[in-house]
């Protein structure tokens, strides 16, 4: 047999065995990561690029595609990218958190292999690595209906990723010192957008280009480091249509909030005077407002001419997070718009399922050995050399973890324990998950695996009877839900995605410092229905699994 004949073979192997639909797509990407200079605020730093681009690649791709992505890390340190959203239906082994694979190795590469099943929407990718979040290495990924699925508008003239967020000039190495040596990272130094900045008067090149009387699909995503921010474009109003891969109700906005971690889709049209525009980025909730501009020009516009007049932000304190609040309120599913599938949103009745367990979040900072921890329950996850998953699978997982540290109820007193964290859950239970966040600050939250209904946010503390305030019948099923401070939220999900899933803070400061969890969700009958096989091509590390032999596979019925 020829090499070629060979090789080919051993692909159609691997993706037999990893992907029931053969029949779908596939497409093949190459990605380099390296180091090179970035400036997203002016100060030239060492950033984190991706086939020399800052921010990475965009990946297109319609609705059951098969994605590989062939990573090379050629910089100095491990390095792994997550999917946040992308569900990796029966496969947490690409979902790039180091609970559930091992890092890849300076020069070393890897091939990610997963299918955007049964999703639509925008999507970011990031590093889970050390702090390399905040040097670079965030894209973004566009998941598009099939033809035929009805898009609940018309066909947008052309489509942005906008991808923002707040930026640090120290660079990534100095902030993984700060935080090793248990203090915090501080305060971000600006906003960037598209990894560039700019203030009201600077000449700078157009972030877009609209031709007058057209509209556009804007995909913003917030892939900071741990703030709120407000967006707007100046003499426009925004049309939400999506919001982290759910149709939306199309409500108009002047302004939007989006948290860390959260990416929505709005239209603009452009119906004003032919000129340039600023999209206007400032932080919120924070002591002191960052803000960045970036120009939105009109093809037959006038170059510069941009009104220095740019429209406000939303309030601030108290007043802006019943303001914010409001803003969520009103984002709601299309119960009649179809998402991935043919059938509409609206057929998922969430709301008639019995909830089968609660499990009540309660963020908190804390000391442990005179350094800073964030920690869940009390719990404060730090990750080992072999990978829970791989612990698990290879049934070593004593030697490794203890379940269940978590508790369902916050215990009542505030110490912190450092421990790997695994909650025990069970295939296919409808759960319910309250976030009570008692600090002072505002929080993002992200769940791999799946996709929950945001039921609630409210000021005070959950009790039972809150319930009876939840969204039963238009919630956004989405993946990450914010909390305001002194406030909580509740989503609720069913856990039929079987593997070990990443609960976690999205700012990355929290999560690095262990203010995350992992839900490991078990198939009883290990079946290949439920969950793949440890795939071929992955590396295994730690020095616990790599002479065990293989546990037998997952039987296909
Ligand atoms: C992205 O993918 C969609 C659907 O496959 C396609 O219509 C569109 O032209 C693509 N856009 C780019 C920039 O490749
Ligand atoms: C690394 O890249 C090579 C060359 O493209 C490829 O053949 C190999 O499968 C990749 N390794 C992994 C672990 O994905
Ligand atoms: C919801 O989706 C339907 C079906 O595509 C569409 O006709 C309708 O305008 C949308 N409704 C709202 C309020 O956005
Ligand atoms: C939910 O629980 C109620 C009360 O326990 C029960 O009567 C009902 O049949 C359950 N519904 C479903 C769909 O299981
Ligand atoms: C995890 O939960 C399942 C039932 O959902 C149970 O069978 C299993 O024994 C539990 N495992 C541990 C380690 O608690």
């Not at 501009?293 to 510069?304: D, E, H, L, T």
């Amino acid at each position: 047999m020829g090499r070629v004949t060979l090789v080919a073979l051993l692909l159609c192997l691997t993706a037999g065995a990893l992907l029931v639909q053969a029949e779908d797509p596939y497409l093949f990407f190459e990605w380099k990561v390296t180091y090179g200079t970035v400036a997203p605020l002016g100060v030239p730093q060492q950033g984190i690029l991706i086939n020399g681009q800052f921010p990475g690649p965009r990946i297109n791709c319609t609705s059951n595609n098969n994605i590989v992505v062939n990573v090379f890390n050629q910089l100095d340190e491990p390095f792994l990218l997550t999917w946040a959203g992308v569900q990796q239906r029966k496969n947490s082994w690409q979902d790039g958190t180091l609970g559930t694979m091992c890092p890849i190795q300076p020069g070393k590469n890897f091939t990610y292999h997963f299918q955007v099943k049964d999703q639509i929407g925008t999507y970011l990718y990031f590093p889970t690595t050390g702090l390399h979040k905040a040097a670079g290495g965030i894209g973004t990924l566009n998941v598009h209906s099939r033809d035929l699925i009805p898009v609940p508008f018309d066909r947008p003239a052309d489509e942005f990723n906008v991808v923002l967020g707040d930026w640090y000039n120290k660079g990534h190495k100095s902030l993984k010192r700060l935080l090793d040596s248990g203090r915090t990272i501080g305060r971000p130094d600006g906003i960037q957008i598209n990894g560039k900045s700019a203030k009201v008067g600077d000449k700078v090149e157009p972030l877009v280009t609209m031709e007058t009387g057209k509209t556009y699909r804007y995909r913003v995503c917030n892939a900071g480091m741990k703030t709120s921010v407000n967006f707007r474009v100046q003499g426009h109003i925004m049309k939400l249509v999506e919001l982290e891969g759910s149709h939306t109700v199309q409500n108009t906005y002047d302004s939007l909030d989006l948290h860390v971690g959260q990416c929505l889709s709005v239209l603009v049209t452009a119906d004003q005077e032919p000129k340039d525009y600023y999209l206007v980025v400032s932080s919120r909730f924070t002591k002191k407002v960052l803000s960045s501009v970036a120009i939105i020009r009109y093809s037959n516009g006038k170059a510069g001419s941009a009104s220095p007049a740019i429209p406000p932000p939303p309030p601030e304190n108290s007043q802006g997070i019943a303001w914010s609040m409001n803003q969520f309120r009103s984002f709601r599913w299309n119960l009649t718009a179809s998402a991935a599938r043919p059938n509409p949103q609206g057929s998922y009745h969430y709301g008639q399922i019995n909830i089968t367990r609660t499990i009540k979040i309660v963020n908190s900072a804390g000391q442990v050995g005179g350094k800073l921890r964030y920690a869940i329950n009390g719990i404060s996850h730090e990750d080992k050399e072999t990978p829970l998953k791989l612990a698990e699978y290879f049934g070593v997982s004593e030697k490794v973890f203890q379940y269940n540290l978590v508790k369902d109820e916050a215990p009542a007193s505030a110490a912190v324990t450092v421990a790997p964290s695994v909650v025990n859950a069970t295939f296919r239970n409808f759960v319910e998950i309250i976030f009570e966040n008692r600090e002072k600050t505002i929080q993002t939250w992200n769940l791999d695996g799946y996709s929950f209904f945001a039921v609630a946010i409210e000021p005070g503390r959950w009790s039972p009877e809150k319930r009876k305030n939840y969204n039963l019948l238009d919630a956004v099923s989405r993946h990450n839900i914010h909390v305001y401070p002194g406030s909580w939220a509740a989503v609720m999900t069913t856990l039929d995605n079987a593997g070990m899933w990443n609960l976690r803070s999205e700012m990355r400061e929290r999560a690095y410092l262990g203010q995350q969890l992992y839900f490991s969700v078990l198939s009883p009958e290990r079946s290949l229905r439920d969950e793949y096989n440890l795939p071929d091509n992955h590396p295994l590390c730690g020095g616990l699994v790599e002479k065990l032999p293989l546990p037998p596979p997952y039987i296909a019925n």
